[in-house]
C-alpha cells in the first residue's frame, strides 16, 4: 500500500484546479446560480489563523456540494484591508502601509492557497485598492445625499496602545480584546451612519430567520438597541435638589446627564450628577454608603437613576432613615434581557439576576 503523502497529492491537485480555473464562475451559466459569501479576511501581519480556516472550509464544503448538484457557483474572497491596525503595523515596522499590506495579503493568499479551499481567484478584491473603493466612496455620497451620513462627537471606546477605537463587544472587562490594555472613553468627531432608521426593518427582518438559533438573534437584537426612551414629567414648582445616579461604565459627562442637568438648572433647581469613583469597580456598599455621607440626601432629594443607577436608587431607599421627595428610574435593568450574558457588576453588587 502507498504511504499518504497530503504534501504531495494536495499540492498536485491544487495546481491542476488553478491550470483548469476549476472554480471560476461563468456569468452567461445556464445552471442555477449560487452566491456563497463568507466575510473577507483582514491580512494582518501574523497571517491566517484556525478561527479564519474555519468558516472558509464550511463555506468551501457547501460550494462543492452545490457544484456537485449541478449549480453554477460563486464563491469570491478579497481583503478588508484598511484600517488603523494595518497603519500601526506600518508605524511599528517604519515602512509604507502600502507596502506592509501588499506583503501581508501575498502571505495570507500563500497560506490559503495551500488549504485547496475552491474560491473564485479570478474575482479576488483589495479594499485598498482604487478601483475598488471608489464604489465605497460613491456608496458614502449617496448615504450622505439621503441624510444618513452624519459628522457628530460622541464618546467612543479607546485602546491606548492599538490607538483605535474599540466596540462594546471587543471591550472584554473593561481592558481591549485585542492586546489586553485597559479601555478609556475618549470625545472623539468622527462620522455616522444613521443605522437608527432602520431599526425597526431589522428587527422585523430577524422574525424571517427561523433558522438562526434564539441566541444569537438576541446579540443582534440587543446590537440593533432600539430604545423606546422615556418620558417623565419634574415638578418644577417647589425647589428640589435633584440627584443623577448614571450607570455602570458611564461617567457624569456621558449620556442624557449633562442635559437633564443643564435643563433643571436652568429650571434654578440644583442639580448634581454622581461621580462614581471609577467606572468599572463600583462596589455597591461603597457607593450607597458615599450617597447617605456625602450627598444630603433628605426630603427635598429627587433620586433619578439610570440603568445601575436606578439599581443604587433602591437600594439608598432601602438604607436612608428619612423619605426623599421623589425617585426616578430610567432604563434600569430590570427586564430579563439584561440575562443574556453576566455584567461586571453582579460580582460586587448583592443584587440577584
Ligand atoms: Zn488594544
Not at 453554477?72 to 506592509?100: C, Q, R
Not at 427582518?205 to 414629567?233: D, F
Not at 468599572?280 to 432629594?301: G, P
Amino acid at each position: 500500500m502507498n504511504k499518504h503523502s497530503p504534501a504531495k497529492i494536495e499540492t498536485k491537485w491544487q495546481r491542476i484546479w488553478q491550470g483548469k480555473k476549476a472554480f471560476a464562475a461563468r456569468d452567461n451559466s445556464k445552471k442555477t446560480k449560487k452566491y456563497i459569501l463568507v466575510e473577507f479576511p483582514y491580512p494582518s501581519g501574523a497571517g491566517l489563523h484556525m478561527g479564519h480556516l474555519r468558516p472558509y472550509v464550511a463555506g468551501d464544503v457547501y460550494s462543492r456540494y452545490l457544484r456537485m448538484q449541478g449549480n453554477e457557483v460563486l464563491y469570491p474572497i478579497g481583503w478588508d484591508a484598511f484600517g488603523l491596525p494595518a497603519e500601526n503595523y506600518a508605524i511599528k515596522m517604519g515602512v509604507h502601509p502600502s507596502i506592509t499590506t501588499k506583503k501581508n495579503v501575498a502571505n495570507a493568499k500563500k497560506q490559503m492557497l495551500s488549504w485547496g479551499l475552491s474560491f473564485d481567484w479570478s474575482r479576488e478584491v483589495n479594499t485598498t485598492d482604487p478601483s475598488y473603493y471608489q464604489w465605497t466612496q460613491w456608496l458614502f455620497l449617496q448615504f450622505y445625499k439621503a441624510g444618513l451620513a452624519y459628522e457628530a462627537t460622541g464618546m467612543i471606546n479607546w485602546c491606548p496602545k492599538d490607538k483605535t477605537g474599540l466596540a462594546n463587544e471587543e471591550v472584554i472587562d473593561g481592558k481591549c480584546e485585542r492586546c489586553g490594555t485597559e479601555v478609556v472613553k475618549k470625545e472623539l468627531r468622527q462620522w455616522y451612519l444613521k443605522i437608527t432608521a432602520y431599526a425597526e426593518k431589522l428587527l422585523e427582518g430577524l422574525k424571517n430567520l427561523p433558522e438562526w438559533p434564539e441566541a444569537v438573534k438576541l446579540q443582534q437584537e440587543n446590537w440593533i438597541g432600539k430604545s423606546v426612551g422615556a418620558e417623565i414629567g419634574f415638578p418644577l414648582g417647589n425647589n428640589h435638589n435633584y440627584v443623577i445616579l448614571p450607570g455602570w461604565t458611564s461617567t457624569e459627562k456621558e449620556n442624557f446627564y449633562p442635559w437633564l442637568a443643564d435643563r433643571l438648572r436652568l429650571a434654578g433647581k440644583t442639580a448634581t450628577v454622581y461621580k462614581y469613583k471609577s467606572t468599572e469597580e463600583n462596589s455597591e456598599e461603597e457607593v450607597v454608603q458615599d450617597l447617605l455621607t456625602n450627598l444630603n440626601l433628605d426630603e427635598n432629594t429627587v433620586l433619578i437613576g439610570h440603568s445601575l443607577g436606578a439599581a443604587m436608587a433602591l437600594k439608598v431607599l432601602e438604607k436612608i432613615q428619612k423619605p426623599v421627595a421623589k425617585i426616578v428610574l430610567a432604563g434600569g435593568f430590570m427586564t430579563p434581557k439584561f440575562k443574556d450574558k453576566a455584567r461586571p457588576f453582579e460580582k460586587n453588587s448583592e443584587l440577584e439576576f
